[in-house]
């Protein structure tokens, strides 16, 4: 059945379509991303009234990511951890802001997982900048019944059941795939539900803007450094891409996703922890990277790794991350490997 050809339909007719084409489907993760839509709705109306409320600036707090937590990241973690650990369809639930694995209530456990960045690149909130959220929802592989367990959570990205995000920009907008193509949604705040806005999301084949922090020019690689420069246009046969990098990670993978472009956060010398990159496996590259598979792009790691195949070893684990628009990925792959054009 034609999923996406009609007009105006919301994100809960898309999911309910998606369950109809397996028999074997419960509507447990139909309803699961049901009350995820509800966490995006209230977090989108908190972080529209940032401006307003006393919600801005720092909590005092640092996460285990040693960052400053900023008070609508706890907000929206908590926001997110309230509906999932009660929906009902979760055992175990892992967030970029607590340490440990997040069990579900007693009594509530059900069949899935998800794992989950509440607020990403939250230090933008104060200057009116787009932040994000990110989601991953996996299957449990432990039995059935009872709290899940951290193996659950450390699956790789192909296994993935659920990937997206919700981009808190001029308008908010649900992107999320779940197997059959990627759909972005609009909210409508006036009627506080969200529309298909962007049904089959495909990423253009080349890149028009590359996205990367430049400052680190002086700690990358020299296969890292020479494919910036290729990007730039340094070798004329190549039409040089728009550098665009606003440090929000959802939303320089979005306008990429919908316009064309590739991102990197590639390790870097300048300190310990960055000897893996910055982002993280769980819920930043591998959700991401199942999203614009599904669009047509690639995600890979700057030795070459396709991120969907890499096997979480520790809930946090950071990773290097080169992704977006696929021939330009594939350029990245041919520098990485030292040969050029
Ligand atoms: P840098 C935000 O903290 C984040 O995780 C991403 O959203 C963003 O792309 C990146 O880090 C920015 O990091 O080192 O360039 O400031």
Not at 96 to 103: G, K, L, M, T, Y
Not at 307 to 318: A, K, M, N, S, Y
Request: glycine fraction near 10%; charge should be negative.
């Amino acid at each position: 059945m034609a999923l996406v050809k009609r007009k105006g339909i919301t994100i809960s007719r898309q999911l309910m379509d998606e369950q109809r084409m397996f028999p074997e489907a419960t509507g447990a993760l139909t309803a699961l991303m049901a009350d995820l839509v509800v966490a995006g709705k209230i977090i989108s109306a908190e972080v529209n009234m940032a401006g307003l409320a006393d919600i801005l600036g720092q909590s005092g707090r640092t996460n285990i990511q040693g960052e400053e937590v900023q008070k609508l990241d706890v907000f929206a973690n908590k926001t997110f951890k309230r509906r999932m650990e009660q929906c009902g369809h979760i055992c175990v639930m892992a967030s970029e802001e607590e340490e440990d694995p997040v069990p579900a209530l007693p009594g509530y456990e059900g069949n899935y997982t998800i794992a989950f960045d509440p607020l990403d690149g939250s230090s933008n909130v104060d200057v009116n900048v787009s932040v994000g959220t990110i989601f991953s929802i996996h299957r449990r592989l432990s039995p059935p019944g009872g709290p899940g367990t951290e193996a659950d959570l450390l699956q790789p990205g192909s296994r993935q059941v659920v990937a997206g995000y919700i981009v808190y920009g001029s308008s908010t907008m649900i992107v999320y795939t779940s197997g059959s193509g990627v759909h972005g949604f609009t909210l409508d705040p006036s009627v506080g539900e969200f529309f298909l806005s962007h049904p089959n999301i495909q990423i253009p084949e080349l890149a028009r803007y590359y996205s990367v922090n430049e400052a680190y020019w002086p700690y990358w690689n020299d296969n890292i450094r020479d494919f910036v420069d290729y990007l730039r246009g340094s070798d004329k046969g190549h039409v040089p891409c728009s550098a665009r990098y606003i440090g929000s990670l959802v939303s320089d993978f979005h306008r990429n996703l919908v316009k064309g472009g590739i991102y990197m956060y590639p390790r870097d010398t300048r300190s310990a922890d960055k000897t893996a990159g910055k982002l993280r496996l769980l819920y930043e590259a591998a959700p991401l990277a199942m999203i614009v598979e599904q669009a047509g792009g690639s995600a890979v790691t700057d030795d070459g790794r396709r991120i969907l195949d890499i096997v979480p070893e520790r809930l946090h684990q950071r990773v290097p991350l080169i992704i977006g628009s696929k021939q330009d990925v594939a350029v990245a792959l041919r520098f990485l490997k030292g040969e050029r054009p």
